[in-house]
């Protein structure tokens, strides 16, 4: 297992340090790094999901907003020769025979590392901030249960943004003794079904982002019913 994980991180660092070079190319003298985010850097990753999300980190000073980046980056990519995909917040493509997320974003003033990034499904641009999202994650202490839920979600078929899906093992095992991940996920499963069809789940960096809205109502009954 453990020589499986080193050979999918140094094919994950080959992927990212590849991919450097036409992201430095669109984002000129505004890019402020290019960093691992989402499922890989807070190891919740499971097989049958994208292999890496890299977060574009862009400068406030940038002078394009969040959705004219968004549209800027796709084009570039496409004709660069890429076969990117859009996503709701991420633009997809297989390189080196990984499955990547690039996600632009404009950082805010102030020094909050706030993000400003644009989604597809509601056409709009909302504020947000990867770090706040990766310490949460990881010193949550259920990682274990987050990655059986994305397998149980897989299996089935679902849609539950894996965002919302860590918030939501998060909030449903906040009272729970942690380490005992088989009696959790039950716990878990029971939230699913009676609590999330009607609870907001909100953006820990941004109160006003409920990252529940990316679910639509028959997406959450099918899950209540799974």
Request: aromatic share 8%.
């Amino acid at each position: 297992i453990c020589a499986t994980m080193g050979a999918a991180a140094f094919a994950a660092e080959l992927a990212a340090a590849d991919l450097k070079k036409p992201i430095t190319e669109w984002a000129g003298r505004f890019l402020l790094g290019i960093h691992f985010c989402g499922s890989y850097a807070k190891g919740t990753r499971v097989k049958g999901a994208t292999d890496i999300d890299l977060l574009v980190s862009l400068g406030p000073r940038t002078p394009l907003d969040a959705d004219k980046l968004y549209a800027r980056f796709f084009d570039f990519l496409k004709g660069k020769g890429f076969k990117p995909t859009r996503g709701n917040v991420s633009i997809g493509l297989m390189h080196h025979g990984l499955e990547i997320d690039l996600i632009t974003a404009r950082q805010e003033w102030g020094g909050s590392n706030d993000h400003r990034v644009f989604e597809t499904e509601h056409q709009r641009v909302t504020r947000t901030n990867f770090d706040t999202h990766l310490k949460l994650v990881k010193e949550s202490d259920v990682i274990e249960e987050i990655r059986l839920l994305k397998i149980w979600r897989n299996l089935r078929n679902l849609k539950l943004p894996s965002f919302c899906l860590e918030l939501v093992v998060i909030d449903a095992l906040r009272h729970q003794a942690h380490r005992q991940p088989a009696k959790n996920l039950e716990t878990v499963l029971k939230y699913v079904k009676d609590v999330l069809p009607n609870a907001p789940i909100r953006d820990p960096a941004n109160f006003e982002n409920r990252v529940s809205d990316d679910i639509m109502k028959h997406e959450k009954l099918a899950l209540a019913e799974a």
